[in-house]
């Protein structure tokens, strides 16, 4: 694993958008592997500042989120489809037919989970995978289990997620209580993976990526085992203050 520590969210962001365009350099036609939330912003926010000054092109590019609410509407504004369409995809020259993000409305979420499987392995996989991280280590809605899916899979979110992420709802009871989520599978086997953890809380997460331990109930752990990992996190991150 390759540990780098920023001293603010900016320079992790820079780091982590130099990363996104070293790729698109090296291939531009890349599968990149996406992901909503806060941390990401300011990474989405320098994509879209590199396209506009001309040195970015996303023509090419096809991307895979790594999850969404089930269920919930692509025009509910916290869905992730919504995110991503609001975020990144309008700003950049992406074609809006090669973004995919889980159907929060499919009528079967295991058949939408199982084609969104087939979807990664037509792609040929994932070239670049980025995460951010749950505070309790969940990564896309992966949560700390006894035993993680390798799948494509249907989630029932805990707590502490619908918690972290009320934030976002008018009041936890309108947080959804599933998600469609990629698994450890179609995860673990992107080219590269970059994870971004940003925010004293998230120290505790980090914390645990710095030992030689895995465990599923930190699913992140497992991203150790990875060959081609980068952790860039914040000093707030590192520090816990
Ligand atoms: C989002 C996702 C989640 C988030 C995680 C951290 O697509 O898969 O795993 O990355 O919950 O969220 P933030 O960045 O809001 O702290």
Redesign the pocket.
Known sequence: MKFLVCNTYEEASQEAAKIFEEQLRTKPSSVLGL??????LGLYRELIRAYQLGGLDFSAVTTI???EYYPIAPTHEQS?RYFMNENLFKHINVDPAKTFVPDGQAASPEDESVSYDERIKRLGGIDLQL?????NG????NEPSDALRMDTHVEVLTES?RK??ARFFQSIDEVPTHAI?MGMAGIMTAKKILLLAC?KN?HEVVKAMQDKTVTTQIPATLLKCHPDMTLICDRAAFEGR
């Open positions: 992901a909503t939330g806060s941390t990401p989120n790594l999850d992730y995460l951010g991280i749950g505070e969940h990564i896309g809605f997620t972290a992420n989520t925010g998230k």
